[in-house]
């Protein structure tokens, strides 16, 4: 009999090892396959999230003649062209007004957001680079989920690109 209570013993054992094993092999499983799926879902979010501050900044902005204590929707072109009046509200709503964050509410996106032509803007006589996220410049946005948009408007009756770097901290 006692030979009996041992292989019960070292059946249970191989039981409940056989079982470990499956549900790890099974975690796994789920684990790698879902991941690519969910860097594609934000890839997929950022792509429309950047299209969404695209269009909008390219857009009259609501009202049409905005200022940053009445503007409902960011906008800065008219007639498809940049206002210079609207850009320079922009700027200073970020960089004067500290209002990053409801500058991300106007242009109805949760995530980060850069934009820059292919020349240098004019705010109030001085070159500036781009506009967005505060300590942001060209070459120092990093971040593992990073979309750029580029579109084409007119600036200072020349047509140039409009390139809207959107990304997640």
Known sequence: ???KKRGQIWSFDLLAGITLFVVGIVAFFIYSLNQPT???DTFE???YEGNIVANNL???GYPQNW???SVMTLGITDNNKINQTKLEQLYEMIYTDNNYTKTKNLLNTQYDYYFFLDQNMTINSNSIEGIGKPGTTINNVTSRNL??????T???NKTTP????TWEQ
Not at 147 to 152: D, F, G, H, L, V
Not at 162 to 165: E, F, G, H
């Open 67 to 69: 200022e940053a204590d």
């Open 45 to 47: 979010l950022l792509y």
């Open 162 to 165: 409009l390139y809207i770097y």
């Open 38 to 40: 969910q860097t594609q």
């Open 147 to 152: 979309i750029k948009t580029t579109r084409y």
């Open 1 to 3: 009999m006692k030979s």
């Open 58 to 60: 390219l857009s009259s």
């Open 154 to 156: 007119i600036y200072q």
